[in-house]
């Protein structure tokens, strides 16, 4: 059990019998000590968890403080929720390093996230300790990244950052709580435009202005429902001709800007259907610009060495940058088609496309989410649910076909 010590005053003791000198009530005579009047008075003394000794000094008049500390850090103990005052002295930027290196992400994520934590969190709280940062701080930190004019979504997502960091330190009993969740900090919140996919006119002009070597950037997000890097890691060998499917399972993508094969996103393979159109138009291109033979490293620069045939390859015959893709082709192609390029019209437009026109023949979410690779049927609802037909034009298309359909014979006898 912990104790106070009065580091200005202490028991006066009998010269004769060395025993403690007790007044009229019992209580013991105090007397001054040596460090009167110099430093803090009131001294906690207690044990923390492993039975090191700890402690923390109060001021003169604030013994009331210091008998509360002592019952909080008790109780903790006895809870198990403890955290040593000491450790929140810790620096925010430590932590946040801390938090970035322990985490299981890719490669790519993980320094995109690093990245975004250097630039957004660290300049902020820089110089703070972790166990320093309040409610007010974050709130603070929001209305910096607000004047910034940094987008509401990229809001969100540093506030995610935020958030884990924080977590992390409370796991680590650096913290006690995690300040970024209180109820005074109003947490941003995503604003998801609605999706408006290409019309069919817009996908075949942008594909005339294409260079003939990269059409097929538009058939495969189009006619397969793929995302950028799964298009440029596209091969012909992974179409099972028997079945009329496409096994989705490599992208290309940059790590330490060196360009890598990966798994699609989330590390979810797939299956697509492939239209027996689409199939004739790629073998066609094939013959005109045959595959190429393309050796990168698997996840990342030092991984083992992968060989895919590649339906598409650059200029210079070596795997497709997406930037590069984007800047040097996609956009002139985008202008030429009289598109003026928005964050809306990359390749992802053409993904949306895909999607549209299942929906629209009567595809369910589930299984468009399975095709596009999505983490769950859920998360396709929200980003489509306003291209599904209304309730209103189901009912009326079933009414009709079943009057059109049950009762014409009847009818008719």
Known sequence: ???????????????????????????????KTELYGVGMRYKVRYLDPESKE???????????????FLIEM???????????????????KTVAERWVDAQTFDYTTRER???RVATHLVPFFSGKSIGSIKPSDVQAWLRWLQDRQVSVNSRVLYFTHLVSVLSFA??????????????????????????????????????????????????????????????????LDDVDRERNVVRVERQVRLVLNAPVFAPPKRGKTREVPIGAALLDDL?????????VAITLPWMHPDGDPVTVNLLMVNGE??????????????????KRAGIEPTRADGLHALRHLYASVLL?????????????????????????THLLPTSHERTRNAVDAFFGNSLDGQLAA
């Open 1 to 31: 059990m912990g104790h106070i010590q009065d580091r200005w005053y202490r028991p006066a003791l009998d010269p004769e019998t060395d025993k403690v000198l007790l007044n009229g009530k019992g209580k013991p005579v105090l007397e």
């Open 54 to 68: 700890r402690s923390k000094s109060f001021p003169d008049k604030q013994k009331k403080r210091a008998e509360d």
């Open 74 to 92: 008790e109780s903790d103990k006895r809870e198990g929720k403890y955290v040593d005052p000491q450790a929140g002295k810790v620096l925010f």
């Open 113 to 115: 996230v690093k990245s």
């Open 170 to 235: 409370q796991e680590d009993k650096l913290i006690i709580a995690n300040p970024a969740v209180s109820k005074s900090v109003t947490r941003p919140r995503e604003v998801r435009a609605a999706v408006q996919p290409w019309s069919a006119d817009r996908t075949r002009a942008v594909e005339r202005e294409l260079p003939r070597r990269y059409r097929p950037a538009v058939r495969l997000p189009a006619g397969l429902g793929l995302r950028s890097g799964e298009v440029f890691g596209f091969s």
């Open 283 to 291: 073998d066609r291109y094939a013959e005109e610009f045959p595959p």
């Open 317 to 334: 015959g070596g795997p497709i940058r997406r930037t590069t893709f984007r800047t040097f082709t996609w956009v002139p192609a985008l």
């Open 360 to 384: 629209d023949a009567g595809e369910s979410i589930k299984a468009l989410s399975a095709f596009l690779g999505h983490a769950d049927p859920g998360f396709t609802l929200r980003v489509y």
